[in-house]
């Protein structure tokens, strides 16, 4: 069994507190540092240019190219369902001028930045601000005509992630989550809520393509009564259907930080839950320990854990 699945914070020091609340032992103050520089971060951000960024980047590089691409800008990276056009280049490269523009000393984590060079992901170790970028979240469903894929970007600061733009361009759908002040699609406030009692419980799983043999082991858990598993799509929109309630928790066996950094703040600051197999937070430094889940409520979390490990 899963004993507790803890919020989505890095830092998870308990912390002591005096009588008068201040904080009086070293993790405290840690943790405080850490709030503060935080909040320096994203005080320092114009969110709304941050919106347009990404809006713009889809407009140029990605809507245009949609059912348009030509058989020589689709390549495959690591096999035949791992693929990446031109469309993912160009606006990766476009997100990363703006993004560095509108926060000068911050450093970019790009997917297409890190095929080509794994050492740019050390980034998310260091002390800048560091922005966490999908270009076409959904590459395979851009590219057979599909407009379910998505643009997204995260900010994140020592660990810690501070705000997320989750765009479905084909869709016209604009999702965005900052830490402690909750999630909106284009301007709405989103709510998980909990899947009514007795409810089956769909969930978006790693496609079978690219899990191994002992994944496949801890997901075939899922396949149980009052479970309905499918294989996911865009995984940012996997989030994005948690967030807004129309899913109830997704499974997924990979720790790309490109993937599940905008989602997970989006799913958390709609009131969901998130944790990997061991309980813990995940990181998007990497390390989990995978399945993991996130979910519209805890208690739904917790159910889709205890399935997975019973499983694995």
């Not at 969930?203 to 191994?212: G, I, K, N």
Request: negative net charge; hydrophobic residues 45%.
């Amino acid at each position: 069994m899963i004993e507790a699945i803890p919020a989505i914070p890095a830092n998870n020091d308990d912390r002591t507190d005096r009588a008068d609340g201040k904080d009086m032992t070293a993790a405290g103050t840690v943790a405080a540092t850490a709030t503060t520089a935080a909040e320096a971060v994203l005080a320092a951000v114009d969110l709304d240019a941050v919106e347009k960024a990404v809006r713009e980047a889809a407009a140029a590089e990605v809507l245009p190219r949609f059912r348009q691409l030509a058989a020589h800008e689709v390549v495959e990276k690591n096999g035949p369902h791992d693929l990446v056009t031109i469309a993912d280049r160009r606006a990766e490269e476009h997100l990363t001028a703006a993004l560095k523009a509108l926060l000068p000393g911050s450093a970019v984590v790009g997917e297409e930045a890190v095929h080509a060079d794994p050492a740019v992901l050390e980034a998310l170790q260091g002390d800048a601000p560091v922005w966490i970028v999908d270009p076409v979240d959904g590459t395979r469903q851009f590219v057979h005509g599909d407009p379910g894929f998505a643009t997204l970007v995260a900010l994140a600061h020592r660990g810690e992630l501070l705000a997320s733009w989750t765009y479905a361009p084909a869709l016209d759908e604009m999702a965005v989550a900052v830490r402690g002040a909750g999630a909106s699609l284009n301007g709405r406030r989103l709510r998980a809520g909990s899947p009514h009692e007795g409810k089956t419980l769909e969930v978006a799983m790693s496609h079978f393509d690219f899990t191994t043999v002992a994944e496949k082991k801890a997901l075939s858990g899922l396949a149980c009564e009052g479970i309905a598993p499918r294989p996911c799509g865009s995984a940012g929109l996997e989030y994005l259907a948690i967030a807004r309630g129309t899913l109830e928790a997704i499974a997924f066996t990979w720790e790309n930080p490109w993937d599940h950094a905008a989602g997970l703040l989006l799913v958390h600051e709609a009131g969901g839950s998130s944790a990997t197999l061991s309980g813990a937070p995940f990181r998007i430094s990497g390390g989990n320990t995978l399945p993991f889940t996130a979910a519209r409520d805890e208690a739904t979390a917790r159910r889709i854990l205890d399935l997975l490990a019973a499983a694995g």
